[in-house]
């Protein structure tokens, strides 16, 4: 087999290394167009789980690196001259020059052939005369671009510009330090990679570099300003340069990573922030991978299809916590009114990989006191502490999030709806949501949904919230007013979710006279008299709902429901006083808002439900989210339930874990207004680590709590937490402890046999 790595960085040269030690009969050969002692950047980090994996592929190299390794534990944040420290989180960094010189020795010594200063042949030439061509020719990739029909890249320029710089000495800890100039905040990401070195990157965004005069400095004296201004955290020392210079950092995204015999590797094929030291170590991965999919299978096609499927997951979930991380520091400014502690523990936590628990398992003793600060009582998660909104108090930040149940007759809600209802009530959560509830016959999105526009309708729905105060004290209730605007007359979600009903059709009414699908009913657009007529639905049904005894009441903007559609630029087309600019957009919500707000009583509570995003070119912007938050809030809204999407059915949604979350937490640190956070939240350490960060107030769930009922108690019972934010039903405190499973009390054995 003969190989051909265009590249000659990390990732091709442990590719090249790798090939040859798993086969020596392959004759592999390396392209790099710049000198063996040519290097950009200073010091690159691993992480011990990629360490493992070259420990266990080339133990040669792995002892090389051991040798040379630079470790360290601590973090420390430093912001307005305070700095705060937490441990436990175990780096490990070199040289990336002295990684080159081990990667180059070992090529050597196994047989690798590499032509430094030269440039790769065309790969059309390479592809004819080599079995497999590797293209780790970095974030500027030109075989990439070459192919670009078949790897379909994306790239993405971000907010921050950037340089690599050095300092002569040795940070004793990982160091992040905020400066606050009068040109706007600066940081500062600064590492050891050897006993006498350290990397340090700066960072801010492109205003504040171009307001500090950045843009027109030469090298030299660009470099002198920034050591000025972190002067204390370089101990007075001059940062150096190699041929370093201001970046926009680029995140490159491939569709395909293979296109016949040519396939990509490392930043070619993917990149991912700084933030979060991930470059190397993903180049240097995706080289083991590649290498085991080679010897695994039983041709190269094979191969690199099998390369793709593995890695493509690992590096889409190593994308999205670097590109929560990027944001983060670009959005820094909303952060600087937090507390010390919690600003800290917002800034470790800020990719969701590292959250509250295995923060805690790291130092207890820096996590204790973000807890302290944030107003934990002892023993007390962050999820167990009350929280106020108007008259009411929450004992603890969980809310069962709305969840459409399409199981009312008439819009009458029955036994499902008690039992649905009142069982995650007895599981502990601070506020449990209803589904959606219409505000007349024409508004239901299904002939299953409820509604609360007849007194009949309101008596069941008194029937429930009699049953929650009853035999869940303590545990608040809320209705989620809604009307289906143009995404209404359709099937059971089961059926067909907005699949139009093969019969008994209502007609549908929109801001616009655009159907939510292709080819589906067109709604009628809304005249003056019918959003008169619509906004006294509203009212009557919150005058039933108060009287049906809610706690709270939520009107539902978001997902792309009568009330969205007027906020949407992609669903309001109107040119009357009710569309056009955003604050014509909001006019109507807002008088819907006005007259619920009339009716529901003062001391009750009412949020608003948004989509943050359309997660469709030219929709919702984040901007456009922040406003209708700000307005909603000045006409008296208590929070705002941040959702996104399901507005237009061409949405591109980037899901993964808490994907949702960091709409909610610009709006509540943008615009200073309580938020409830939604959106694959799964587990109580999440819903810990987002609040204790400040990025929410309250966190609401949907799926997991049909998946467990007693979701809450059960994650008080699993933190050991039985204090007043979690009250077991008297009926159920025998279950309080979780059952054990199997036999526990067997004897160990005291000896091991081999032979």
């Given amino acids: 087999m003969r190989v051909a790595i265009i590249g000659g960085g990390p990732g091709g040269l442990y590719a090249a290394a790798l090939l040859k030690r798993l086969d020596p009969a392959r004759e592999v050969t390396v392209w790099e167009r710049n000198a063996p002692d040519d290097t950009f950047g200073f010091g690159v980090v691993l992480s011990d789980e990629t360490l ?17 390794f630079v470790r360290w534990d601590d973090i420390d944040i430093v912001r307005r001259g305070v700095t705060h420290r937490s441990g436990g989180h175990g780096f490990a960094a070199l040289g990336r020059r002295r990684l080159l010189e081990i990667l180059h020795e070992r090529c050597r010594s196994l047989g690798v052939r590499i032509d430094f200063r030269t440039e790769a042949p065309h790969p059309d030439v390479l592809c004819a005369g080599y079995d497999l061509v590797v293209a780790a020719d970095g974030v500027h990739s030109a075989t990439r671009e070459t192919y670009a029909e078949a790897f379909r890249p994306r790239v993405s320029a971000h907010r921050c510009r950037y340089i690599w710089l050095a300092a002569d000495f040795a940070f004793d800890a990982f160091r992040f330090e905020i400066a606050e100039t009068e040109h706007g905040v600066m940081q500062l990401h600064g590492y050891p990679f050897s006993a006498d070195a350290s990397t340090v990157i700066i960072e801010m965004r492109e205003e504040v570099w171009r307001a500090a005069g950045l843009d027109g400095a030469d090298p030299r004296e660009s470099v002198e300003r920034v050591g000025k201004v972190f002067a204390d955290a370089l101990r007075g020392r001059p940062l150096r340069s190699n041929k370093s210079a201001w970046t926009t950092f680029r995140t490159v995204v491939n569709d395909h990573w293979s296109h016949g015999r040519i396939v990509l590797l490392g930043d070619a094929a993917h990149t991912a922030h700084f933030s979060i030291g991930s470059g190397t170590k993903l180049a240097v991965e995706d080289a083991l991978a590649l290498a085991a999919c080679l ?3 039983p041709d190269v096609p094979t191969a690199l299809a099998a390369y793709e499927a593995e890695r493509k997951p690992v590096v889409a979930s190593t994308q999205r916590a670097a590109r929560a991380s990027l944001e983060w520091f670009e959005d820094l400014g909303l952060y ?3 507390p010390p502690r919690q600003f800290a523990f917002n800034l470790l936590t800020r990719s969701r990989r590292v959250t509250h628990d295995n923060l805690r398992l790291r130092d207890a003793r820096f996590t204790g006191g973000v807890e302290r600060e944030f107003g934990c009582p002892p023993g007390t998660p962050p999820m167990f502490t009350p929280f106020r909104l108007r008259g ?10 709305p969840m459409d149940m399409y199981s009312a007759a008439d819009g009458v809600p029955g036994d499902f709806h008690l039992v649905h209802l009142g069982a995650r009530a007895l599981g502990g959560a601070g506020l449990v949501m209803t589904e959606m509830v219409c505000v007349s016959e024409e508004g239901r ?3 299953g949904c409820a509604g609360l526009y007849t007194g009949r309708q309101a008596e069941a729905w008194r029937r429930v919230t009699d049953f929650v105060h009853r035999q869940a004290p303590g545990t608040a209730i ?3 007013l809604g009307h289906s605007g143009r995404k209404g007359s359709t099937k059971l979600m089961w059926e067909g979710m907005d699949e139009p009903l093969p019969a008994g059709n209502w007609p549908l009414v929109a801001a616009s006279p655009l159907p939510y699908k292709p080819g589906g009913q067109i709604p009628r657009p809304l005249s003056r008299a019918q959003l008169t007529d619509i906004r006294e639905q509203f009212t009557a049904a919150a005058w039933r709902a108060a009287r049906a005894g809610f706690d709270l009441l939520e009107l539902h903007c978001a997902h792309g429901y009568l009330l969205s559609g007027f906020l949407s630029p992609l669903t309001n087309r109107r040119t009357d006083a009710y569309g056009g600019s955003l604050e014509r957009r909001l006019r109507f919500p807002l008088e819907v808002f006005d007259a619920v707000r009339g009716v529901w009583p003062a001391e009750r509570p009412m949020t608003v439900r948004i989509s943050a995003t359309d997660w469709a070119e030219g929709g919702t912007s984040a901007e456009d989210a922040v406003g209708i938050a700000r307005a909603f809030a000045a006409h008296g809204a208590d929070a705002i339930d941040v959702s996104t999407g399901q507005v237009v059915a061409e ?9 949702q979350t960091p709409f909610a937490d610009r709006i509540r640190n943008a615009a200073g207004v309580p938020v409830i956070a939604v959106g694959a939240i799964s587990s109580w350490d999440d819903v810990n680590s987002l609040i204790l960060a400040g990025r929410t107030d309250l966190c609401a769930l949907a799926r997991p709590h049909l998946y467990d009922p007693h979701w809450t108690l059960h994650a008080a019972a699993e933190q050991g937490y039985s204090g007043p934010g979690a009250h077991w039903p008297a009926p159920y405190r025998a279950g309080s402890r979780r059952p054990r499973t199997g036999r526990t009390d067997a004897p160990r054995p005291r000896l091991t046999l081999s032979g």
């Fill in 52 to 68: 493992g994996g070259i420990e266990h592929a080339d133990p040669v190299v792995h002892e090389a690196l051991r040798r040379d």
């Fill in 651 to 659: 949405e591109e949604p980037e899901y993964g874990r808490s994907y």
């Fill in 295 to 297: 010897t695994e299978q």
């Fill in 392 to 401: 009411l108090t929450l004992r603890n930040r969980v809310v069962v999030s």
């Fill in 478 to 480: 809320g209705v989620q």
């Fill in 336 to 338: 600087l009114g937090q």
């Fill in 445 to 447: 999105i299904t002939p």
